[in-house]
Every structure is written in C-alpha cells, then in structure tokens.
C-alpha cells in the first residue's frame, strides 16, 4: 500500500434492478444525496473525489504494468437509502477497474436525493484519470 492510501476491508457490492424511470441524474436534480458533512452538490462531489484519492491502491496500475495514462468512467447509483449500488467501472485493466468499484463500495450511508418530496435513486458519474509515472 502507498503512502496515504487507506485499506479497503470487506465491501459488499450490492446489484438491484432499478426501473430507468426511478433514478435521475446527479447533475440534474435539485436535491442531490449528500455526504456526511455536506450540504450541496459541489460538497458531496468533492467528497467522492476525495474518497478515491484516499482509497484507490495505485499498485494495481504498477503490478498490471501500464506506462501511460488511463481512464476509467465509473457510474454508480445512490440509491432511496443513501447507499451506493448497481458500481460499474471500464477503461482499465479488469484488477483497476474492480479496485474502482471496491472504493465506491466503501462509502458512507450518505443522505439520500429527494425528488416530489420522496428519496429517490441517482446516478453518479465519475471518470478517474490516472496518470502512470516511471
């Protein structure tokens, strides 16, 4: 493990067919989920972001021996219950890709999004850039 970087310890990545009409997206909904400690979006972004920046083990992207820089775009539901589910990740080498989804995983229960005064499900998108250096 590198400097700074925390373990990750037993995450459950929860799977749950959504109906299409029963999530809306981050960027367009009025009263987002937010994390612990948040108030608005561009909070709760940024503890996202963060969060990867804490967990993210860059020894994958060492170990699968990529020499340049990658992208992966991960999406995940925030669902009723401020939990993230239904994490997908691509662009990278499957080991990278599935270490994305183990970060998302290991996020706090955050404050769910409310549309016409109920929780509902959001989607997040996050594309994480990783640049390798030799």
Do not use: W
């Not at 959504?18 to 709760?44: L, R, S, W, Y």
């Not at 706090?108 to 959001?122: C, R, S, T």
């Amino acid at each position: 493990m590198s400097y700074g970087q925390e373990e990750i310890e037993n995450v459950d990545v929860v799977t749950r067919e959504i109906n299409e009409n029963d999530i809306i997206h981050f960027a367009i909904i009025e009263n987002p989920p937010v994390a612990p400690g948040c108030k608005e979006k561009a909070c709760t972004s940024k503890y996202i972001q963060k969060h990867v920046e804490r967990k993210f083990n860059s020894e994958f992207v060492s170990e699968d021996g990529i020499s340049k820089k990658i992208q992966i775009e991960i999406e995940f539901i925030i669902d009723v219950e401020g939990k993230p589910i239904n994490i997908t990740a691509s662009g990278g080498p499957e080991t990278i890709n599935q270490n994305a989804i183990n970060v998302i995983a290991s996020l706090p229960k955050f404050k769910p999004g409310i549309k016409d005064g109920k929780p509902i499900n959001v989607l997040y998108k996050l594309p994480l850039i990783y640049q390798v250096e030799k």
